[in-house]
């Protein structure tokens, strides 16, 4: 959390010494500026996967979006977050829809694993840490679904490979085990197990040392593995927090054809430093400066066509 | 200092610092200590001398008890009862005080490690409101530093209180012996507490915070967190914590002479089987040494040193087992990190 603050405080302070360190050329962002958002409307926005911008043409080619965008599962409506007094979130909407990875992007202390955390409601574990606005989850407010049940529907993948000491199995089974109720046996969850793996692209590799721990599995595995575990649960979202940048590039590959694969059944919202995984895996962009959400649209659109003043600066990498 | 050295700030860049170089010695490629400067030989001479030194003091202690333990133990030492005897051929073994450290060790480590490892988890993952953390954590300060003896008047007074009756010796008119094997291993897990308590804590606090957040965006509560995910990452350290306090409570002599009375064979009291043994009184091999060597009233050295010798073993092999546990725990690529002995 602390670090967090820090972070923060620095990319919000132009006058940081470390700002000015940064490697020329360093464009002046006029801050006081009104915010340039450039919302298209919430309804129709990464329903039209043929008509990719014009300016796309420079670009990279994506792999082929074939998907209709599913209908709405979560939506935000002039979100806030603070910590203390300094505000983190300021006045996000947004929608999150079944079928698409929403890819959230922004220079460090952006508000965007903030913005992350708030979905499954883990700041409210960061004491300081408050939210005023509204964020629904198929029509109902996340504030009325008890707290564990709306984690196991929106579940996260974080930055770090994190699995727990324990073998493969019982990481991947750990999701599935109800706390309090009577555990099921091995038999019994077996085959929950198997799939999950299998969805997270590792069974191949793990199938034969199940019993294994799971800190011994590669950093990409390990990776792989709390994909795993949080697909296990059954989520309907699927929260990612940078999941590539621990990993080295093979991995990196391998987790984002897989976000890919996983976004046919689920949504998936992931922040990422990384502006080619943006686009790459990216449907929809949001970029997100100091608090602010400043451009939310299609990836082609936003990274070939920004309308945002602040989006091209930073796409272009003049600032961030 | 004095504030006028301080140059204004406005003073522009500083003039690149001017050192004297320092006298130019046979260049070398590769630095050895041949090339140092003699104070910085010196100490280096220290620190060598200083390591050397704990070592040969530990292989010294450790190489006389053997030599000494070896000459005296007999495997008929370890399997007999001692006697009071005028004869020193007629005084038998050691098996009771062996007994007796063996029961109030586990006595002592069964009761501080559930304590321990329950306060640990409590002052890591709660440790609301915040001045009760204060107070937790400097009561088990004060716990750790208080000397044993101390720890072993207060137990005395403790549980000589008409409560604790059932735990010792109760005589006719009601007066509580407040001496027993009960009583010894409620104080003994005083001894013990801190380490467990000092080991858990510094492995719960080792776990990042996503590794619980990871759990908590799974859909699992605190407490289901902490159960399954959390103790079982810190059992080496908790295991480490048990196996430094077992060797500390094994060596501890001035609660088993307080507490336990110190006697030659264990004494049972009541008529409850097992309890039997925890109610009465007994001695350890600590206070079994202390009263055969030339200080204490048995007088019969040869039998104090073997006995000193086992406990050497015994010490030595619980610190064995510490190591193992870390080295195993390292091996399987749970973070965890070595408590030094104190």
Redesign the interface.
């Known amino acids: ?1 602390i670090e967090r603050d820090e972070e923060q405080a620095s990319a919000q302070d132009p006058t940081d010494p470390r700002a000015e360190m940064l490697p020329p050329p360093v464009r002046r962002i006029r801050l006081d500026a009104q915010p340039t958002v450039a919302l298209p409307p919430l309804t129709d926005a990464g329903v039209d996967a043929d008509g990719r911008a014009p300016g796309a043409s420079g670009l990279p080619a994506r792999t082929a979006r074939a998907t209709p965008a599913g209908r709405e599962r979560m939506t935000l409506k002039s979100l806030s977050v603070f910590y203390g007094d300094n505000e983190a979130v300021k006045q996000v909407s947004l929608a999150i829809r079944e079928g698409e990875v929403l890819a959230l992007i922004g220079p460090s202390g952006c508000g965007k694993t903030t913005l992350l955390r708030t979905l ?1 409601r ?1 700041t409210e ?1 960061t004491p300081s840490a408050r939210r005023t606005g509204v964020i629904r989850i198929d029509g109902t407010d996340v504030d009325d679904i008890e707290v ?5 529907r929106v ?2 993948v ?3 490979p ?1 699995p ?3 073998s493969v199995f019982d990481n991947v089974a ?2 599935l085990r109800e ?1 309090g109720a009577k555990r099921p046996k091995k038999k019994v969850l077996e085959p929950y197990v198997i799939e999950a793996l299998r969805r997270a692209g590792l069974l191949d590799e793990v199938k034969d040392k199940l019993d294994h ?1 799971a ?2 599995l590669s950093g990409g595995q390990q990776q792989r593995l ?1 994909i795993a ?2 697909l296990a ?1 059954g989520p309907e979202v699927l ?1 990612m927090d940078e999941p590539c940048s621990a990993l080295d590039p093979k991995s990196t590959e391998v987790i984002e054809d897989l976000i890919l694969e996983l976004r046919q059944s689920l949504a998936v919202v992931i922040v990422t430093h990384n502006l080619q995984q943006a686009h790459r895996v990216g449907d929809n962009v949001a970029f997100m400066y100091l608090g602010d959400l400043v451009e939310y649209g299609p990836a082609d659109q936003l990274f070939g066509n920004p309308v945002a003043e602040r989006t091209r600066d930073y796409v272009r990498g003049a600032f961030g | 200092m004095d504030r006028t050295l301080i140059p204004p700030e406005a003073a522009g860049p500083l003039p690149p610092l001017r050192t004297p170089p320092r006298q130019d010695r046979k260049r070398r490629v590769n630095e050895s200590i041949s090339t140092w400067r003699w104070t910085d030989r010196i100490g280096y001479g220290l620190m060598w001398a200083a390591g050397l030194l704990v070592c040969a003091i530990g292989i010294g202690i450790v190489l006389y008890m053997m030599f000494r333990g070896l000459q005296y133990l007999r495997p008929s030492l370890l399997f007999s009862h001692p006697q009071a005897e005028l004869d020193q051929s007629k005084t038998g073994g050691f098996l009771d005080p062996l007994l007796g450290t063996i029961l109030l060790t586990v006595l002592g480590i069964c009761l501080a490690v559930p304590l321990a490892v329950a306060a640990a988890t409590w002052i890591v993952e709660y440790a609301r409101p915040a001045w009760l953390a204060r107070i937790v954590d400097s009561g088990i300060e004060i716990i750790a530093g208080t000397p044993d003896i101390v720890i072993a008047l207060f137990g005395l007074v403790l549980f000589q209180q008409r409560i604790f009756g059932w735990m010792s010796f109760t005589a006719q008119g009601g007066a509580v012996f407040g001496r027993s094997f009960l009583t010894a291993g409620c104080m003994m897990s005083l001894i013990a507490l801190p380490m467990v308590f000092a080991s858990t804590r510094e492995g719960l606090q080792a776990i990042p915070s996503h590794v619980r957040e990871a759990s908590y965006a799974l859909g699992k509560t605190k407490a289901a967190t902490i159960r399954r995910v959390l103790l079982p990452s810190v059992k080496a350290n908790i295991s480490t914590g048990a196996a430094l306090g077992m060797g500390r409570i094994a060596g501890d002599t001035a609660i088993v002479v307080v507490l336990l009375g110190a006697t030659l064979t264990l004494s049972p009291e009541g008529s409850v089987p097992g309890l039997r043994v925890l109610k009465g009184t007994g001695g350890t091999l600590t206070s079994y040494v202390y009263n055969n060597s030339p200080a204490g009233e048995g007088n019969a050295p040869q039998k104090a040193y073997a006995a000193a010798f086992v406990l050497l073993l015994i010490v030595v092999g619980l610190n064995f087992v510490v190591d193992l546990i870390a080295r195993s725990s390292a091996k399987s690529g749970l973070e965890t990190s070595r408590l030094g002995a104190r």
């Open positions: 959390m499954n883990l574990l564990t049940t709306l984690r196991r579940s996260m974080f930055q770090q994190n727990f000491p324990m750990y999701a706390q721990p800190l011994r709390c575990r949080a649960a929260l």
